[in-house]
Each structure stands twice: as C-alpha cells, then as structure tokens.
Nanobody
Framework: QVQLVESGGGLVQPGGSLRLSCAAS????????MSWYRQAPGKQRELVAA???????NYADSVKGRFIISRDNAKNTVWLQMNSLKPEDTAVYYC???????????WGQGTQVTVSS
C-alpha cells in the first residue's frame, strides 16, 4: 500500500518560514519524481516544486528564490523549505509521487499552510 504522509504545515506570519516533510512508503522512492503542489480556496491545484530521481529541480515562478525542494532517498522523504512566506502562499500543500511513462501517480492527504498576521 502506497502512503505519502505530509507534515509541517501550520500558521505563520508573513516573512516567516516553514518546512514541510513528506514521508513515502510502499514505493521504490528513489526512482520517482517527487513534487509539491498547492491548492488555495477557489483555485486550481498548482505545481510548486519538483525534484527528479536524479536531483534536478524546478519551481513555480511565484516561489523561485524563496522555496527549496530536497530529498533523501535513504529516508524516503522529500522536504519543502519555505522562506519569506507571503499571504498568497496560503493553501493546502500536497505531496506527489510520479513515475514518468507509467500510470503510477500518488498523492498525500495534504497539509494546511496559512500565512497571516
């Protein structure tokens, strides 16, 4: 059974930082592209950041220079370090595991991030 379990969300003031974690089980973690998506109320889910099995990363323009995605294949974990948070970063953040060229695509349950004073 595949599980992606996110943690680390919460309430933070503008300018603050949070670190999200996603622990994976039931998959060969090291070969998957791992991503973070977010969905704000009334908006579509959007890609925030992704890291391939080889360690290449890409980011949404809105978070470049503020967020960092990283992974540890030995721990089956991916992180999203979020700095200089803005109110517009408020959303439910979801962890995703995807294996290109296959139908293998898995989601976590999401963790709420609220940026507010």
């Amino acid at each position: 059974q595949v599980q992606l379990v996110e943690s680390g969300g919460g309430l933070v003031q503008p300018g603050g930082s949070l670190r999200l974690s996603c622990a994976a089980s039931g998959i060969h973690f090291s070969i998957y592209t791992m991503s973070w998506y977010r969905q704000a109320p009334g908006k579509q889910r959007e890609l925030v950041a992704a890291i391939t099995s080889g360690g290449s990363t890409n980011y949404a323009d809105s978070v470049k220079g503020r967020f960092i995605i990283s992974r540890d294949n030995a721990k089956n974990t991916v992180w999203l370090q979020m700095n200089s948070l803005k109110p517009e970063d408020t959303a439910v953040y979801y962890c995703n595991a995807h294996l290109a060229g296959t139908g293998w695509n898995y989601w976590g349950q999401g963790t709420q991030v609220t940026v507010s004073s």
